[in-house]
């Protein structure tokens, strides 16, 4: 897989069926091996190594109700009270991170409104904090440790 622009992380893998799967620590249980999961794979290891975000807190791949249509959201980090600290959106690291990637996140946020939005490709990675008072986003250098 691709070299990324995270820590090296220890991941355990296996094959079956001619595929590579790698294990979802957050998920427990071995997942297809895309490259947008080894992205999120990377992604949920530095939130949990790095940042320090507890694992209990951390929900990976679960649907949204986004006006009439269900979306599916990469990584989603809960506060203790339930409502959302941050929504990661993860691309393979052969897709560009461009506008349409923020609208798409900005859009999984309407329903979410999470305090932190954090877009990767593996290689770029986009931190913003949420000014609802303003309607816009500030853009970051880093996440917060929590």
């Known amino acids: ?3 990324l622009n995270f820590p090296k992380y220890q991941f355990r893998f296996k094959s079956s ?5 790698i294990f979802d620590e957050i998920r427990k249980k071995f997942i297809i091996l895309t490259p947008e999961e080894w992205v999120r794979q990377h992604v949920i290891q530095f939130l949990i190594s790095e940042k320090k975000y507890p694992k209990s ?8 109700k ?5 979306k599916r959201y990469d990584v989603v980090i809960y506060n203790r009270d339930g409502s959302i ?3 990661v959106e993860c691309k393979a690291p052969s897709i560009a991170i461009t506008q349409q990637t923020f609208d798409q996140i900005a859009r999984y946020n309407l329903v979410a409104n999470a305090t ?3 877009v ?3 290689l770029e990675h986009y931190y913003c904090q949420m000014d609802y008072e303003n309607e816009k986003y500030i853009f970051l250098r880093d ?3 929590k």
């Open 1 to 3: 897989m691709h070299q």
């Open 116 to 118: 932190y939005l954090m």
């Open 57 to 64: 807190l951390i929900n990976v791949e679960k649907q949204l």
């Open 120 to 122: 990767t490709n593996g």
């Open 66 to 70: 986004v006006k009439d249509t269900i």
């Open 143 to 145: 996440l917060p440790v």
């Open 17 to 21: 069926e001619n595929k590579t799967l």
């Open 85 to 87: 600290f941050l929504i």
